[in-house]
């Protein structure tokens, strides 16, 4: 008969338990398909120049900087092509991501086209991805992106 009574406190246990776990998943699975859209975002913003987009995705440390480089340049700077490469989720609660975007583009009046690939580092913050860094990629001496 004392089976009988601990086993709805168990059964009761039990059940927590997996809504613990089963609550975990759909958050983890939550960040990945938000982090999939901020990536297409962000590349469609840097090929299309939409650069208030970026900014919206930009850490507010960052804005100062990305404007001196790509907003300053105006009509100058030209994106001819975008493209994500490898996106890597490092730590299984996905709240940190780093990934690889190929810009091409020329500053007029060059119409040499230089091709600049950038590793972004991104951090889920409050459920919003946030674009912390950039570096350009490829370089001796890896830095801070200096584009144009």
């Known amino acids: 008969m004392r089976t009988l009574r601990k086993a ?12 613990a ?21 962000l590349n469609h913003a840097y090929r299309w120049k939409d650069f208030a987009t970026v900014r919206k995705m930009l850490d507010p440390a960052q804005v100062a900087e ?10 100058d700077l030209v994106i001819v092509d975008t493209e994500v490469g490898e996106v890597d989720v490092p730590e299984k609660e996905a709240l940190s991501a780093t990934l690889q975007l190929t810009l091409k583009w020329y ?8 091709t600049t ?29 200096d584009l144009p």
């Open 21 to 41: 776990v089963g609550c975990a998943a759909p958050q983890k699975s939550g960040r990945i398909r938000s982090l999939g859209d901020t990536v297409f975002r």
């Open 66 to 75: 990305f404007d001196r480089r790509f907003v300053e340049p105006g009509d």
């Open 107 to 114: 500053l007029l009046p060059s119409i040499s086209v230089t």
């Open 117 to 145: 690939r950038l590793r972004c580092t991104l951090h889920n913050k409050d459920g919003r991805w946030l674009l912390i860094r950039q570096e350009e990629v490829g370089k001796e001496g890896t830095g801070p992106l």
């Open 8 to 19: 709805p406190a168990l059964l009761g246990l039990g059940l927590a338990l997996l809504l």
